[in-house]
């Protein structure tokens, strides 16, 4: 079984940085492609990229000129690092795991979801 | 991008129904095509992948079909566990991109 778990800050301030790390366990990150993806209530389940350890790397155009993701195998993580953020990025932030070899790519297992707030 | 757009946005209906939720692409996805299940407060969970295979572990009441731009995922036989919202999803290329939902509540 594969788990995945969101940490860091709930609540970022306007126009700084938003950082999210996902941790894996029960599997490696330096196989399949790893996402994030973010649910708000104005705008639903919204896919912001993926990564993998080939250095496959893959941003959703909305979030393009703002968004780094990394991948720590030593430490079996992912990371999102989102700048100057809006209101408008206030979500919940799932990490999911990748299976199927694109196009016939799904997300087959998802972390908790972190709830990050934007706000001063 | 790709937009998915699915119909109903929300539907009522009982336990031992048989619903449908439709899903329409923008563009050809041929048939990459996901769909998945979230009840309140909980995590999206994958039910079919590729339009019409079941996720494994998958109860067998879930169907998916479809081709091209039009998709359905069906329930047979609805289950009290099965009141939910329904998101598709398209793979076939990025930015990877979801339909708004469909609520099926009791």
């Known amino acids: 079984q594969v788990y995945l778990q969101e940490s860091g800050p709930g609540l970022v301030k306007p126009s700084e940085a938003l950082s999210l790390t996902c941790t894996v366990s029960g599997g490696s990150v330096r196989s399949y492609y790893w996402s994030w993806i973010r649910q708000s209530p104005g705008k639903g389940l919204e896919w912001i990229g993926y990564?993998?350890?080939?250095?496959?790397?893959n941003y959703s155009p909305s979030v393009k000129s703002r968004v780094i993701m990394f991948l720590d195998t030593s430490k079996n993580q992912f990371s999102l690092n989102l700048t100057s953020v809006t209101a408008a990025d206030t979500a919940i932030y799932y990490c999911?795991?990748?299976?199927?070899?694109?196009?016939?790519?799904?997300?087959?297992?998802w972390g908790q979801g972190h709830l990050v707030t934007v706000s001063s | 991008d790709i937009q998915m757009t699915q119909s109903p946005s929300s539907l009522s209906a009982s336990v031992g129904d048989r619903v449908t939720i439709s899903c329409r692409a923008s563009q050809f996805v041929s048939g990459y095509v996901n769909w998945y299940q979230q009840t309140p407060g909980k995590v999206p969970k994958l039910l079919i992948f590729?339009?019409?295979n079941l996720q494994s572990g998958g109860p067998s009441r879930f169907s998916g079909s479809g081709s091209g731009s039009d998709f359905a995922l069906t329930i047979t036989n609805l289950q009290p566990e099965d009141f939910a919202t329904y998101y598709c999803q398209q793979s076939y290329s990025t930015p990877w991109t979801f339909g708004q939902g469909t609520k099926v509540e009791i």
């Open positions: 990564i993998h350890n080939s250095g496959s790397i």
């Open positions: 999911a795991r990748v299976v199927g070899a694109v196009p016939a790519a799904n997300f087959d297992y």
């Open positions: 590729a339009a019409s």
